[in-house]
């Protein structure tokens, strides 16, 4: 479906270390303290990839 297209694409635009964070949260259920753990980072960082890369697909879509 286009929407498909436009979530993968959206995706695409963000750095690995933002996906990585998207899908250990949104898709695998983690906390954001326990994604602190497996990526060796302090949870405060994983608040500010997650914020970035929100900030990043939402440009994305409104520029749809």
Not at 20 to 47: M, N, R
């Amino acid at each position: 479906a286009a929407s498909d297209v436009y979530k993968r694409q959206a995706l695409s635009r963000l750095t690995d270390r933002q996906r990585q964070v998207i899908e250990l949260h949104f898709w695998q259920g983690y906390q954001y303290k326990e994604i602190a753990v497996i990526l060796g980072c302090d949870p405060s960082a994983v608040t500010r990839l997650l914020q970035r890369a929100f900030k990043q697909i939402r440009i994305y879509f409104l520029s749809r």
